[in-house]
Nanobody, 115 residues
């Protein structure tokens, strides 16, 4: 059974930092590209960051320079380090694992930034 479990969300003051984790099981993790999405209340889900199986990374303009995505294949885990958080970063954050036609989602973790 495939599972992606996000953790590390919570309430943080503006300017603070959080590190989200996405722990995978049931997949050959190293073959998958990992995507972090977020969805704020009343808004569409947006892609925040991605890291391929070959460690190529990309970021949305809204988080570039503040967020860092990484992965640790030995632990089947991906991370999203989030710095200089602001109120606009408040959302539910989801991780996604994709390999060709296989696509899996986690349940999400809430990040709330107080101003």
């Amino acid at each position: 059974q495939v599972q992606l479990v996000e953790s590390g969300g919570g309430l943080v003051q503006a300017g603070g930092s959080l590190r989200l984790s996405c722990a995978a099981s049931g997949i050959h993790f190293s073959l998958y590209s990992i995507y972090w999405y977020r969805q704020a209340l009343g808004k569409q889900r947006e892609l925040v960051a991605s890291i391929t199986d070959s460690y190529s990374v990309n970021y949305s303009d809204s988080v570039k320079g503040r967020f860092a995505i990484s992965r640790e294949n030995a632990k089947n885990t991906a991370y999203l380090q989030m710095n200089s958080l602001n109120a606009e970063d408040t959302a539910v954050y989801y991780c996604n694992a994709t390999e060709l036609v296989r696509n899996y989602w986690g349940q999400g973790t809430q990040v709330t930034v107080s101003s």
